[in-house]
């Protein structure tokens, strides 16, 4: 039976002193561990402290509304993830491993192991690249959805770990991530960079939060998952054409080893418990070469990043958005006729995530192409869990189209988003029957940090119904949608994610 984490901490004090597992890697003196904070404790000892320290009772009325929204579109976006090879595939082979029947492959009535379930769950939640910004859904949700299924615990239970994961995740993303200031600062990515992949470990301290482990656990689940870390290889993803299934980041694999690395230390198997902190440790043998353990944890408790993620209104690489509202705005507000266009010009962010836009082979290229997406925008053709389909894929109305469209970077960008990092700038100019109509849009509809930008309760659902549609019947995906704003009261989420079971 574990401890108690409360009774521990305060019997305590200090996380070195939470040593209490046999053979526990003792924290090194503080002398020799170099926290990378002269200001306070070690990044992985504040980070370990604040999932073990924070209950669900103390999480804020509008944080657990926004959990729930998220949960609602993540979801969604699974439930959806079959309709492409990328979720079909691995979930499909989750299956065949198996495993001890106790958390659900979201979409089918077949239960495996919770690694298992989690690796299947985050491959179909991040197929169609329609899951929320920054991209922690795939890779925080379906650990904790596997433990929480798995282990029978409460709607509080996974709120709580789902906060905690999401904050945590955000704050490790916040301290070490270089894309955007590289995109702007040289119009490429970094060489060597991941996409939140490193909040496995957010993920594993978020299960062990949930699960109510003490600090000592809690510490060596953080090491483990920072241990299991995947490299760094969305450059070397977004530099191949055609572009594959794996994607920027290997989500899966990432789900999987939170789930393992929280389970394992669980049984008292332990690691590195100041794993972020130390001359030798993450940040260094990974490669983060400006990492800065300060925005790691700063804000923890009183600012919560999970109030203003990004939702998507298009199920396509985010820095296509503000080019495509833009595209939709005048095809709608001018009722354009895709007969009668001629010539569209976009500018907007930069974007180098695929070499090769108009060689559209693949769901995943489709994602990251300008010409693609814009093609379907101007056609007046829905951006959502259908528009990767192979008819659509191929149907030679679209190529044509596409042939019609030029890109370019909006001269404005770095000015614009050094006055407010919310900035997304782009314009469209589209040409057709001898007339232009010219839209800018300043940042990229469903930010989060923009109110009025931001999806509301109702769109969020509409977009979440139309996602589940794919695969249940509408009023199953009503009552799974009910089950989610009312979370918080259940006693446990087996009936939740019974609703998530299909035929």
Known sequence: MDVDRRSILAAAGALPALTTLPGT????????????????????????????????????????????????DSLGCALAGWELPKGRLAAGLMQQLGGEPKALVIGTRRRVSATNAAFANAELMNALDFDAIPHLPPVTIPAVLAVAEAEGLSG???????????????????????????LLETNTTPEIFGINDEAIMASAMGICA???????????????????????SSHDWETGSPKSNVKYTPVGWVAQGAVTAAMLAGTGFTANPIVLDGPAGFPKFYGWPKWQAARAVEGLGREWRILNPDFKPYAACRYIHSRLDCVVALVREHGIEPSRIERIVSLGPPFVANPNQHDVRTAEDAQFSIPYMLALAAMDIPIDARCQRPELLNDPRVRAMMAKIEWGTHPRTTETKRADPRSFIASADIFAGGARYAHEAWAASGAGAVPELRLGDDALQRKFLDCASTRLPADQAARLAQAIWSLDEARSIGPLMALLETG
């Open 25 to 72: 890697l003792q924290a090194q003196p503080a002398d020799t561990a170099q926290p990378s904070d002269p200001a306070g404790p070690p990044a992985s000892e504040r980070l370990v402290r604040f999932a073990t320290d924070l209950c669900y009772e103390a999480i804020p009325a509008d944080v657990v509304h926004a959990a729930k929204r998220l949960l609602l």
């Open 156 to 182: 509080r239970q996974l709120i709580l770990g789902l906060v905690i994961a999401y904050e945590i995740g955000a704050r490790l993303s916040r301290a070490s991530s270089q894309m955007q200031a590289a």
């Open 210 to 232: 949930m699960q109510g482990r003490h600090a000592g656990m809690t510490a060596h689940a953080l090491g483990l998952a920072g241990y299991y870390c995947p490299p760094q």
